[in-house]
């Protein structure tokens, strides 16, 4: 007998769902069309109108486009004839390492067990084992960490099983996540300085509090950086980060944890630590995804300023913000 599953319009499985539709489908069509021409005239678009790219990304990327969108913003194609065009297929056939094996068989049933595609018996599961054994052939060193499969999940729902592994290849290296996985994971060490340097910047207040408590991004951040809030926001915010994360690099995951906690700001001032703990659990329901997009390119952060902050991480002249 057929399981009777309801669907939202991304696959994932969802209770009591009632038809999806646009109130703006003139619009959306519009919107698809001007998104089909910036994909046709891509290459003159991103040299010569990179600011123009920038703010249709951050008004979001039409569901339909948004895996060739994800694709051209990440240089794939570059990636590919890099390396060649049978570099994947080798990849498959080499064996991987048995720990890596392992972890990754481990894992798989806790990515994304609420979409269709991941479910047991279903076409991801099998796509997402070989993408992540294939990515821990292609980088031994890192091989394979806990995160990494929600990562290559969300692009398995967008594009194929090869481009999918060229995302990840990106998100490592063009985008600098790799440090967050590696042994060790020296980059979240190094991000946790960041996100302390900003909270007090932006919310004196509430970081002293959050100090006094010695309530530490440790204690419930790491997987939020590491997925980029997969884990953490509902699907259409989630995808809006996505957008802006592969347009305009790692500063977008500073500017949202900054957000995340801006609208809570007055009332977790008042709150105990267990308190505080319990609302971070439901703070991913505070924003519609384009109030969050808009708050979290309100604020001021160059890129400079990022850079900064690694130098005074790297160099440690600033102790105060390693452990508060």
Same mark, same amino acid.
């Given at each position: ?27 959306? *069509? ?20 990179? +600011? ?43 064996? +991987? ?13 806790? +990515? ?9 018996? *279903? ?49 490592? *290296? ?21 996100i302390n340097a900003l909270f007090k910047h932006f919310m004196p207040q509430l970081w002293r509090h959050f100090r006094d408590l010695s309530l530490l991004p440790s204690m419930f951040a790491p997987s939020w950086i590491m997925t980029l809030y997969i884990t953490l926001f509902p699907i259409e915010v989630t995808l809006r980060i996505l957008d802006t994360f592969f347009c305009e690099g790692p500063k977008v995951i500073y500017r949202v944890y900054i957000i995340a906690f801006k609208k809570a ?52 002249? *600033? ?6």
């Amino acid at each position: 007998m057929t399981e009777d599953v309801k669907l939202d319009k991304h696959g994932f499985i969802v209770q009591n769902a009632t038809l999806q539709k646009s109130d703006h489908i003139g619009r959306d *069509n519009a919107r698809i069309l001007k998104w089909e021409d910036m994909l046709q005239r891509w290459d003159y678009n991103t040299k010569r109108r990179p +600011t123009f790219i920038k703010k249709r990304v951050r008004k979001g990327i039409p569901d339909c486009l948004r895996g060739r969108v994800w694709a051209e913003l990440a240089q794939i194609r570059q990636l590919k004839s890099t390396y060649g065009e049978n570099y994947y297929k080798t990849l498959l056939e080499t064996e +991987t390492d048995a720990i890596s094996a392992e972890d990754i068989m481990r894992d798989i049933d806790r +990515t994304f067990p609420e979409h269709i595609l991941f479910r047991e018996g *279903n076409l991801g599961q099998p796509a997402l084992i070989r993408t992540l054994k294939a990515y821990s052939v292609h980088d031994p060193e890192l091989g394979y960490c806990q995160g990494m499969g929600f990562l290559i999940a969300m692009f398995l729902i967008y594009m194929s099983e090869e481009d999918a592994f060229w995302m990840l290849v990106a998100v490592m *290296n063009k985008y600098q996540m790799r440090e967050l996985y590696v042994p060790g994971m020296p980059g979240v060490y190094k991000a946790f300085y960041k996100i302390n340097a900003l909270f007090k910047h932006f919310m004196p207040q509430l970081w002293r509090h959050f100090r006094d408590l010695s309530l530490l991004p440790s204690m419930f951040a790491p997987s939020w950086i590491m997925t980029l809030y997969i884990t953490l926001f509902p699907i259409e915010v989630t995808l809006r980060i996505l957008d802006t994360f592969f347009c305009e690099g790692p500063k977008v995951i500073y500017r949202v944890y900054i957000i995340a906690f801006k609208k809570a700001k007055e009332e977790m001032l008042s709150m105990t630590l267990d308190e505080i703990l319990e609302r971070i659990k439901t703070i991913q329901s505070d924003f519609a995804p384009d109030e969050l997009i808009k708050n979290a390119f309100g604020i001021s952060l160059s890129r400079k300023k990022l850079k900064e902050l690694d130098k005074e991480y790297e160099t440690g002249q *600033n102790s105060e913000f390693v452990n508060w």
